[in-house]
């Protein structure tokens, strides 16, 4: 796979790495640490499934039909899961929202009209929603496939209603959206000219601070960015400066994560592969991320995996859906 290919693939789906069969790339974790919900694959359909912090009583929550449940995230108390509805065969026609109790006891469709939803939080309350939306679906270059672009934040209530747009921007690419914990701020990273970090105030939505980290990584190479529960740190994943020589090919991303009173960051992860999408539990002294071997072999190997805060004590999380 071309590098630079292998560069736009990771910062445009709504779910970066698609396999055939297993977990996707993005997941969340309960308010009080003790739950993960992900989107997981079977002959390229998703469905969301939960299972404790540990892996273990994994159970899903949303069916197999002919639409994939993506990009889940838990509401502020942990009761809901919000998701996104999209057919694999028609992606350029866009997705819904949907929400499931985190029991699996109900499901509903929040929008009724398909548009093109990246990723999708709730809010503090969280009587609504906010999301990513392009407005435009295609490609600006020839050596990359169609995408959505023109990117700004939208807001709905849960019940679908009061549809609004926050920003005027019209992004050629937007990720990475994080509610800090007072839902007072939006965190989501742009990627134009080069990648960069950027906090909304929710309350006047045209004012928006942006920067970038500050450390020994490539610049132009971040993703995944997310809040720390107690509002004093982001995670994210960034391309390591320095590769480690263990032949897996391309780029190799690593866990960072970023001290918001000065931007300052510190490599947690060498592992030499492509750890993604952290997630920092509660207390700060731990982070959970999802590790792919090597993203141009197939089939990949992928695991959920846990590190202390410091780098030490990484461990793989067991979770079988063999028998469900």
């Not at 020839?142 to 921007?169: A, C, M, Y």
């Not at 971040?222 to 032949?247: I, R």
């Not at 089939?299 to 410091?310: A, E, G, L, R, W």
Request: glycine content about 6%; charged content about 20%.
């Amino acid at each position: 796979m071309n590098l630079l290919i292998l560069f736009f693939v990771l910062s445009s789906l709504s779910c970066h790495y698609v396999p055939k069969d297993g977990p996707c790339d993005r997941f969340s974790v309960s308010p009080d640490g003790s739950h993960i919900v992900f989107s997981y694959y079977t002959d390229h359909h998703a469905s969301i499934y939960m299972a404790n912090i540990d892996g273990t009583a994994p159970r899903r929550l949303t069916p197999a039909d002919s639409m994939s449940h993506l990009n889940p995230v838990f509401s502020p108390d942990g009761s809901k899961v919000l998701f996104l509805m999209t057919r694999e065969d028609s992606k350029e026609n866009g997705s819904y929202l949907g929400e499931v109790a985190s029991d699996g006891s109900s499901i509903k469709q929040v929008t009724s009209t398909a548009q093109h939803i990246t990723e999708a939080i709730f809010s503090k309350d969280p009587k609504s929603i906010y999301y990513l939306r392009a407005s435009f679906y295609g490609h600006y270059s020839p050596i990359v496939g169609s995408r959505p672009h023109e990117f700004d934040i939208w807001s709905v209530q849960e019940d679908g209603t009061k549809e609004l747009r926050l920003t005027n921007r019209n992004e050629y690419e937007m990720a990475g959206l994080s509610l800090a914990p007072d839902g007072e701020q939006l965190l989501f990273t742009t990627e134009d000219q080069g990648h960069e970090l950027h906090i909304m105030s929710t309350s006047h939505p045209d004012e928006i601070s942006s920067f970038l980290p500050i450390g020994d990584f490539h610049i132009n190479g971040f993703y995944y960015p997310s809040f720390s529960p107690d509002g004093t740190l982001v995670a994210f994943s960034a391309v390591a400066s320095k590769p480690m020589a263990n032949g897996v090919s391309g780029f190799q991303y690593e866990v960072y994560t970023m001290r918001c009173q000065d931007h300052t960051t510190r490599q947690v992860t060498h592992l030499g592969q492509y750890a993604l999408c952290p997630r920092i539990m509660p207390g700060n002294k731990m982070v959970l991320f999802i590790c792919l071997s090597d993203l141009t072999k197939r089939p990949q190997k992928v695991s959920f995996m846990t590190v202390n805060i410091d780098g030490s004590g990484q461990r793989v999380i067991p979770i079988s859906l063999n028998n469900l």
